[in-house]
């Protein structure tokens, strides 16, 4: 064999080595980063999952309370705005979730095996925020009706007169 051919084998040899690292670099990166959006979505899905149930045992206590008159929960609203700007912002990210599993498949760098992974995180993570989406309007409407409840009554054989008079001397 020439030296020139020899050369040219053993450059050759040096990129094919290169580029085999290159390659297991880049399949490590991936599995790298497939490890990395699973284990986020599973945090995700354990954190919604347990706000979920624990806004659902605190709406059945709500629920559960025969308030008195004047006896509010929430009398200026703070927890019920807090409730809806949460799962309003929820919904807002479904969205976007859907988005970035519909990108599972059209990634061809990704196995059946993979894509199937990620296909579960992303259903299940978003199955427990729907379930904290739907837990969180029952808290907010448990304590809305809680608080309506709790509203004064007029008495029996109260007059409409009375009734009137009474709402002329409520602060604006």
Known sequence: MSHQVAQYISALSDELRALGSSVEGTSLYLLRAIE??????????RLAAATAEISGRLAKRVE??????????????EAINAFETAYKG???????MLLH?????????????????LHIAYDRCMS?????????????????????????????????QEVLSDLRTLPN
């Open 90 to 96: 929820l919904e807002e990210a479904l969205p976007g």
């Open 128 to 160: 427990a925020l729907a379930y904290l989406i739907e837990q969180a309007k029952n808290l907010r409407a448990a304590v809305i009706m809680h608080d309506l409840a709790a509203e004064p009554r007029p008495q029996p054989g109260t007059t409409l």
């Open 101 to 117: 599993k519909a990108a599972i498949d059209k990634d061809d760098k990704l196995d059946g095996d993979q894509r199937e992974l």
């Open 64 to 77: 559960s309370h025969q308030p008195e008159p004047g006896q509010y929960l929430d009398p200026n609203d």
């Open 36 to 45: 990395t959006t699973v284990d986020q979505l599973g945090t995700h899905e």
